[in-house]
């Protein structure tokens, strides 16, 4: 994890150097070739720079001046597949939570399912790809951490909840069916709300069973 912050952190930088404009159509056309490439099979170990400058029509030099690494380039494009952590309004946790849930497996069209079907087994073996991974969740899990101690806070939510399950509780059922299609007799309509409202039954605190949330 810290050797994939320590890596990104150059193209940060990079990024805000003064006297080096970005083409944002050259990024895009980058972080498009690096999703297209793992989406057509190739694993991260084969995944080439000179590849994905071929596939976007840029020079390796291009990339450089924009990702340290391959890990770096590696981790915006898991970023842009993901999407950004959705706007939370703050005033009822289960309408939160929604909001954070109903965004798992929503960009999960045929060449995301492919990318992710591509990276599970190398979440397994490669730590990079590991704490890629984790890099990008982060973010996600941590928004959903600060909707949940809120709850407890205003007796939404259990005083004795173990955050971390509940947090798995939440995103797991829903990571199972879009990634994995665990349950093809599943019904999928409202199945975001459905989850959401599964879990609450068991870790909902005295305002949430006296209606306040």
């Not at 005083?159 to 990634?179: K, N």
Request: with cysteine; glycine share 8%; net charge positive.
């Amino acid at each position: 994890m810290d050797a994939v912050t320590h890596a990104a952190a150059p193209a940060d930088q990079d990024r805000k150097a003064p006297g080096r404009p970005r083409s944002a159509r050259a990024d895009e056309a980058i972080v498009d070739a690096v999703l297209d490439l793992l989406a057509e099979g190739n694993s991260v170990d084969t995944l080439s720079i000179e590849a994905v400058a071929a596939r976007a029509g840029v020079g390796k030099a291009t990339i450089y001046r924009r990702w340290s690494n391959k890990e770096a380039l590696l981790l915006d494009a898991f970023v842009s597949l993901k999407g950004a952590v959705p706007p939370l309004r703050g005033e009822s946790v289960r309408e939160d939570l929604l909001t954070l849930v109903s965004r798992v497996g929503q960009n999960a069209g045929i060449r995301a399912t492919r990318i992710m079907s591509c990276l599970l087994p190398e979440l397994q073996r490669s730590k990079t790809m590991q704490g890629c991974f984790q890099a990008v969740l982060e973010p996600r899990r941590a928004a959903m951490r600060e909707v949940l101690q809120r709850g407890i806070r205003t007796g939404e939510l259990r005083p004795d909840l173990d955050v971390e399950l509940a947090m798995t509780l939440l995103s797991g059922p829903l990571l199972a069916h879009h990634i994995l299609q665990f349950n093809p007799r599943l019904e999928k309509r409202d199945l975001p709300a459905r989850v959401v409202d599964a879990v609450l039954a068991g870790i909902g605190g005295p305002a949430l069973r006296a209606g306040g949330a």
